[in-house]
């Protein structure tokens, strides 16, 4: 049940018709990763780089700032199918308050497959400071090896069980980055990546059982994403040796101009963060327009993580594992009220290999194998 706080006015997610139009097209929006400020940090922005995190900075936080948005990202893949469903929690929109759960299907028979559905104060239980949470009939819940979540849709029912510990989790942000609006702030985890995944999806009717691997991403903030950036980013990887690398962070617009904040951080299989490092510089090294969205695109990309350039991270895009264009999915009323924010708003999803070429990492040690493969995702926002 949920416990009030300071804050708890958040958790009053009315769903009134008359007067969720605005609200509900950001709630259709929920996997984009949102929310640094219009202009320069108030922080050091070479300080910022991601860190060890808890399950107690992951939990349920909600703030009563209209900008405040809270996502819980759960995602599985096997050789056939790649699954993200989103748990949110949100004040968005004109006055009402949102929750609700988001899902995307990519098989390479059928394609991309999305669905989402919006719910009231009434059906969200959280406590704060806990990851464990009910959204009506869809939840996340601690499971004998690990989280446990189940999703219930229009079109599908979603059950994985992931087997990890919290130990593993990483803050991409380095916990929240303060912004120069009055208490504004942003918060990036990486909770658990490419740890073994058991469930099942019953998508349309049609039941398929689910054996393969999974992780959580979370978003916090109390800032609107639209105001200062064109696109999001997340990178999720694993080499031979079990470890992990994550990159992360966001393409700014001209209230933000020709910045970007990015990190990339590396783990062994055991958690313990081998390295992490802001990227100071990043070259476009090939790129396309892409032909789904329209959007420039990199193809390879390479980050610098020194002053010097003798230590980068190159970027190499491969094959698509999902795709939407958010305005397909709702309705002309609704998309008026998108692009009152989202000039042309997008998800990609892309198996990603990338490469460290570092003699040594500016802070850490080398991980093993220089080699990983992973899923990269873009958050397009506005061109």
Request: with cysteine; hydrophobic share 35%; glycine share 8%.
């Amino acid at each position: 049940m949920f416990l009030p706080t300071e804050n708890s006015s958040a958790n009053d997610c009315s769903f009134k018709r008359s007067k969720t139009i605005l609200s509900k097209s950001f709630l259709i929006f929920l996997l984009l990763f949102c929310a640094l400020g219009e202009w320069k940090l108030q922080a050091d922005e070479t300080k910022i780089q991601a860190r060890k995190t808890s399950k107690l900075e992951m939990g349920f936080h909600p703030y009563t700032q209209e900008g405040y948005f809270q996502a819980w990202n759960y995602s599985f893949t096997d050789d056939q199918t790649w699954i993200f469903a989103t748990f949110i929690v949100s004040n968005l929109g004109p006055g009402t308050k949102n929750c609700g759960v988001s899902l995307v299907v990519f098989d390479k028979q059928n394609g991309t497959q999305f669905s989402t559905r919006e719910y009231s104060k009434d059906e969200l239980k959280a406590e704060s400071g806990n990851l464990e949470l009910e959204i009506y009939d869809s939840s996340v819940y601690k499971g004998e090896g690990g989280p446990e979540i189940k999703m219930v849709t229009d079109t599908a029912e979603l059950v994985i069980s992931y087997k990890t510990s919290w130990s593993k989790a990483v803050s991409l942000s380095g916990g929240k980055i303060h912004l120069p609006e009055k208490d504004a702030f942003v918060q990036a985890d990486m909770a658990f990546s490419s740890v073994p995944a058991k469930g099942y999806l019953v998508l349309n009717g049609n039941r398929m059982e689910l054996n393969g691997r999974g992780g959580m991403e979370h978003l916090l903030t109390n800032y609107e994403v639209y105001k200062y950036s064109r696109r999001w980013e997340l990178y999720r990887s694993i080499n031979s040796a079990g470890e992990r690398l994550f990159a992360g962070g966001f393409i700014g617009n001209e209230n933000f101009p020709e910045e970007e904040i990015r990190t990339v951080s590396a783990l062994d299989p055991s958690g313990k963060m081998i390295f992490s490092a802001k990227v100071l510089k990043s070259e476009v090294l090939e790129s396309e327009t892409e032909p789904f969205s329209g959007y420039l695109l990199p193809i390879k990309e390479k980050f610098y993580l020194d002053e010097s350039g003798s230590c980068s991270l190159t970027v190499s895009r491969r094959h698509t594992v999902g795709q939407i264009y958010v305005l397909s999915n709702i309705s002309a009323v609704l998309r008026f009220f998108v692009r009152l924010f989202f000039t042309k708003p997008y998800q990609l999803y892309y198996i990603t290999d990338s490469k460290l070429d570092c003699a040594q990492v500016p802070e850490g040690s080398l991980p093993k194998d220089k080699n990983f493969r992973g899923i990269f995702s873009y958050y397009l926002i506005n061109p």
